[in-house]
């Protein structure tokens, strides 16, 4: 059973992973209007992967004796001015994500709260990897630059990427 703290604090990372899935449904829908589907589909595919990582800490809180308290989601920024300062942006909250990561095991670890410890696990390993993924692109779209050719060989290239099976469950 979890303490209520504890159940205040995922809460609040439920709150963030749905807030990051609409970030970048955001960045998705300023990828369309710009003509750039591939970019569209890269953002489409991590907005599903934002909302299963917020179910499953959503299945958690039930699982652990807690109860889910959903709040009001934050507006997400409309536009950016490129596809590298929309990296750049997501980039940036990927850390702020992995930092309240960090929070929770900190308070899991000061309660005593071993099951939650382990629970947290999978979010610090899964947060390199998120932070690794939109760095890669990142760094590619500063050696290409503002130049159009190369901007669409990656809007290509992302386009490929395959929405994520879902967290947890029996893909694990
Ligand atoms: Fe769920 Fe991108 O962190």
């Given at each position: 059973m979890i303490s209520k703290k504890m159940e205040k604090a995922l809460n609040k990372q439920i709150n963030l992973e749905l807030y990051s899935a609409y970030i970048y449904a955001a960045m998705a829908a300023d990828f369309d209007a710009k003509n750039l589907p591939g970019f569209a589909q890269w953002m489409k595919a991590q907005t599903q992967e934002e909302v299963?990582?917020?179910?499953k800490f959503y299945g958690y809180v039930n699982e652990a004796g807690g109860r889910v308290v959903?709040?009001?989601?934050?507006?997400?920024?409309?536009?950016?001015?490129?596809?590298?300062k929309a990296f750049e942006a997501s980039l940036k909250h990927e850390r702020v994500v992995t930092k309240s990561i960090y929070h929770l095991v900190d308070l899991a670890k000061e309660e005593s709260d071993h099951a939650t410890s382990v629970f947290l696990?999978?979010?610090?390993?899964?947060?390199?990897?998120?932070e690794a993924h939109a760095d890669a692109?990142?760094?590619?779209?500063?050696?290409v630059g503002e130049a159009g050719h190369g901007i669409l060989m990656i809007d290509?290239?992302?386009?490929?990427?395959?929405?994520?099976p879902a967290p947890g469950g029996e893909e694990d």
């Open positions: 299963a990582h917020a179910m959903l709040d009001a989601i934050e507006k997400p920024p409309a536009s950016y001015a490129s596809p590298l696990q999978w979010y610090v390993a899964e947060q390199v990897e998120e692109i990142l760094q590619r779209l500063k050696m290509r290239e992302l386009g490929q990427r395959q929405s994520a």
